[in-house]
């Protein structure tokens, strides 16, 4: 994929979020055919809108690519938060466990271990803000979703929980509510069962490049799956011992 292609999915992004007009597509020929132009795209768009990167959503799946999205720091909340519905009128949530790193990762030729990144990062609760640039019927394929830095919107911070290490984050007891009335209530969901394992391929990923910053931030896949709400809403996510994290969209 020429730097030509990425600029014009890129533009066509940009547009779309300008607008909130819903694309049916990239345009023609400028689909990404991997992670890594995915990645590219997003990286374009982000420049052109002017924006900073405030936090990172991540996946890993079955020995495939480890994948990013952007998440821009003007969308990054603290909790309780207060979102208007119509920039982002999909109003979609989905509940994660999320890391700070308090210490820098930077480049380097050798992996890190899961013990270097859990001596590195304090978790907490998220809330994930969902809301794609694409239409509901587009034809789009994954690396599609991914470009549009998957269907980010934003995010809900929680406290960090410094004391962590004795839990089980694949398997804590997580409740969703939305205005009160409890949606979902299980123990664990997380994708992989390990969401300190995904923020470990994160890093893997991240120190091929630029590697990250002390206070830098990654989200690592929903545990509640994906549910999507109303203008007026309140929804509430607490994983048991970690913390819990609350959005209203406001009218």
Known sequence: MDQASIQKAADALVAARRSMTPLQGLPAGTSPATPTEAHAIQ?????????????????????QPTERGIIYAGT?????????????????????????????????AAPYTREEVAGSVEPFAAIELVHSRFAADAPIGPLDKLADSVSNAGFVAAPVRSDWHELELGALPVTLTVNGETILSQVGGHFTGDPLGVAVAFVNLMRESVGLAAGA??????????????????????????GEATVTFTV
Do not use: W
């Open 76 to 108: 990054v909340f603290t909790t309780p938060a207060a979102v208007p519905a119509a920039t982002m009128p999909q109003c979609g949530v989905e509940g994660e466990v999320a890391f700070v790193f308090r210490q820098p990762l930077p480049p380097r």
């Open 217 to 242: 931030i990654v989200t690592s896949g929903t545990c509640t799956g994906l549910h999507f709400l109303k203008p007026g809403d309140t929804c509430t996510v607490r994983f048991e011992g970690l």
């Open 43 to 63: 990286d374009a768009t982000t420049r052109l809108l002017g924006k900073t990167v405030g936090a990172y959503k991540t996946m890993t799946r079955n020995g």
